[in-house]
């Protein structure tokens, strides 16, 4: 089984709908990430997490938010979704006593505003 | 600022020729650096990465990338190149808390 995973792993949705897109993980890491990925520019950072507690906003936060369940669990919510917001999503983990900051990623969600 | 840069946005390269990937760093301290391969469809694969010690880091699928800091360079290399590499190549570096990832190259291979 996959170490983080992530559902839908397609969503098509229209302009104005509440949609989130769900992170799991068993690696057993603090840390959680979203990030989106478009074409010619590559992954940008939207939220990330330190534990359960702690949430911060990335460099494109601006219509996104983010829940922290449990360690395992880090959702994405587009309150209001927009048509730019269609992207491929990745969540990613990471643990820092690995002393190197590699983080591991999901398999993406890719979504789709109409 | 911290940045990467993949200065080529599109490469093509015939199968069996060798591959060079540029990718030029700026981070302030010990970079910790990695390529991802992402094929059509799929998500990120870690190719390799480079934390300390030997420059030149071996990964899967037979490529290599060479750490050089008085460059900031870390490209990624593959001496002979088959169909299945046809894909789209991601540079990052890691920070503290983030990885800062190259706007990428995708690279064409012809038969």
């Known amino acids: 089984d996959a170490d983080v995973t992530q559902t839908p792993r397609n969503r098509i949705t229209k302009t104005g709908k509440r949609i989130m897109l769900e992170c799991s993980q068993t690696?057993?890491?603090?840390?959680m990430y979203w990030y989106r990925q478009d074409p010619g520019l590559g992954l940008r950072l939207i939220y990330y997490?330190?534990?359960?507690?702690?949430?911060n906003k990335g460099e494109i936060s601006d219509g996104y938010s983010v829940s922290r369940q449990a360690q395992a669990k880090f959702s994405l919510s587009l309150e209001s979704a927009i048509p730019n917001q269609t992207a491929l999503y990745f969540c990613?983990?990471?643990?820092?006593?690995?002393?190197?900051?590699?983080?591991?990623f999901g398999p993406g969600t890719r979504l789709t505003v109409t | 600022a911290q940045s990467v840069t993949q200065p080529d946005i599109h490469i093509t390269v015939s199968e069996g020729a060798s591959l060079e990937l540029r990718c030029n760093y700026s981070?302030?301290?010990?970079?910790?650096l990695f390529w991802y391969v992402q094929s059509p469809g799929q998500g990120l694969q870690l190719l390799l990465k480079?934390?300390?010690?030997?420059?030149l880091v071996q990964g899967i699928k037979g490529f290599e990338a060479e750490f050089k800091r008085s460059q900031s360079s870390f490209n990624l290399r593959k001496p002979s190149v088959h169909w299945s590499d046809a894909a789209e190549y991601f540079c990052?570096?890691?920070?503290?808390?983030?990885?800062?990832f190259g706007t990428g190259t995708r690279l064409k291979v012809l038969a």
């Open positions: 990613a983990t990471s643990d820092p006593g690995q002393g190197y900051y590699e983080q591991y």
């Open positions: 690696k057993g890491h603090d840390r």
């Open positions: 997490s330190f534990d359960v507690k702690d949430i």
């Open positions: 981070y302030g301290a010990t970079p910790y």
């Open positions: 480079y934390f300390s010690g030997d420059t």
């Open positions: 990052a570096v890691s920070g503290t808390y983030k990885y800062i």
